[in-house]
């Protein structure tokens, strides 16, 4: 088929972004008694409809603030379901009415990257708190203490070996890293957690029912979770997506606009909601970890969907995904942050451009909010050209991309 590759590369690449969706759904599962197979079953369906249709390695990644709100309020999954449907309703009106087009005009180049820098640090933040701050086994099996008498965590004696092995495996074509250190897991936890930890990971597939939220549940997830969540979507999951798209390749990334990605996921947490699915989005650091870990086509999501829907129809897959230390996937997601915020590199020669970059990831560490350090971006964006110090045209996604020349070297052509 062209267009797509179903290779030990695509595969390998396929599972590059593991790091961060398995840690969100498997805490949403314990924590907030959510259906694991309606996560994995309707994640799996989005992205096999994602590789058909862009036909390149496209994340399907939860909505993370939303996800961490609700996780820190122990809210009940119906209460996520209504964020999803608002989040769906809300995007396929921005796809239908051509305003996520427009919106995205918004977006100079500098303050894209100043996202993908601020995206890519927070990962590397929730990475670190997967290896220091997490039990060795989801559900809190494992909670060594660590070296004793001196305070170190049990996961960082996972994760400095399992660094050293992503590591030595990233040029190796014949063993995928995110392969090995993957299986790795799941065998290293299997081992530590033994029988009792496997037999309470065994979920078999409970076929997900329809589960409309309450009125005063739509009402209070629109302020909470959606409201906050909504600028973020646009700029990482939208603009940034798009951009980051273009980076890696080209012109063959000519499906993926602002419209079509707010369309697939409007699509995808409208009808997965109210079944009681993950709400999802996409993702430019999600990209970034399909291609640097090999996926080039749209194979990788397609063979990634179908590893969804076996986790959640075949009765045991899912023991494999609760297995997987927490610190495994934190290096995976420490690794990928990291490679995400190099995309910066082309702003170097650009002193200005480079100021608002760095603004925007500065501004969104400093608050812990992407919303609010976009919105700084964009004001320091539009000063700059007044003040007669910077003028930069506003980013649309086309071919002529600044930073495709530098992706293209960092990670091969989309062919290779």
């Known amino acids: 088929m062209r267009g797509f590759r179903c290779d030990r590369q695509e595969f390998a690449g396929a599972l590059g972004d593991a790091g961060t969706l398995l840690p969100i759904a498997i805490a949403l599962v314990i924590q907030n008694g959510m259906n694991p197979t309606a996560i994995f079953l309707f994640t799996g369906l989005a992205y096999l409809g994602v590789g058909a ?29 209504a964020a999803g449907i608002w989040m769906g309703a809300l995007e396929l009106l921005l796809a239908w009415t051509g305003l996520a087009d427009r919106l995205s005009r918004v977006f100079t180049l500098p303050v894209v990257r100043g996202i993908q820098v601020a995206i890519g640090l927070f990962m590397v933040k929730s990475g670190w708190h997967m290896v220091a701050g997490s039990p060795f086994l989801p559900g809190g099996s494992g909670m060594a203490a660590g070296m004793p008498g001196r305070g170190v965590p049990a996961g960082i004696f996972v994760a400095i070996p399992a660094a050293f092995l992503l590591l030595g495996l990233m040029t190796n074509h014949r063993l995928p890293a995110s392969l090995v250190l993957l299986g790795a897991g799941v065998v290293l936890g299997g081992i530590v957690g033994g029988p009792a930890q496997v037999r309470a990971a065994l979920h078999g597939p409970s076929w997900p029912a329809p589960a409309l939220p309450t009125a005063g549940e739509l009402v209070t997830a629109l302020p909470l979770l959606v409201l906050p969540q909504l600028p973020l979507t646009l700029g990482n999951a939208v603009v940034c997506t798009a951009a980051t798209a273009r980076d890696y390749f080209g012109g063959a990334a000519n499906r993926v606009t602002p419209r079509a990605l707010c369309a697939s996921q409007g699509l995808a947490n409208l009808l997965g909601s109210v079944f009681g699915a993950l709400p999802v989005c996409h993702g430019a650091g999600g990209l970034t970890a399909h291609v640097r870990f090999g996926a080039r086509t749209g194979g990788a999501p397609i063979l990634l969907g179908l590893v969804f829907i076996s986790v959640a129809l075949v009765p045991g897959a899912s023991a494999l995904v609760f297995l997987i230390p927490p610190a495994v996937l934190g290096v995976l997601l420490m690794y990928i942050g990291i490679e995400h915020a190099l995309l910066m590199n082309d702003l170097l020669g650009n002193r200005e451009g480079l100021f608002i970059c760095l603004s925007v990831g500065a501004a969104a560490v400093a608050t812990g909010r992407i919303d609010v350090a976009f919105l700084l971006g964009i004001a320091v964006a539009w000063w700059l050209p007044r003040s007669g110090a910077f003028q930069e045209p506003p980013f649309t996604p086309g071919p002529s991309c600044p930073g495709e020349g530098l992706c293209a070297h960092l990670v091969g052509t989309p062919g290779s």
């Open 53 to 81: 249709y862009y036909r390149l390695p496209i994340p399907v990644q939860p909505l993370k603030a939303v996800a961490a709100t609700v996780l820190a309020m122990g809210a009940s999954p119906s209460l996520l379901v």
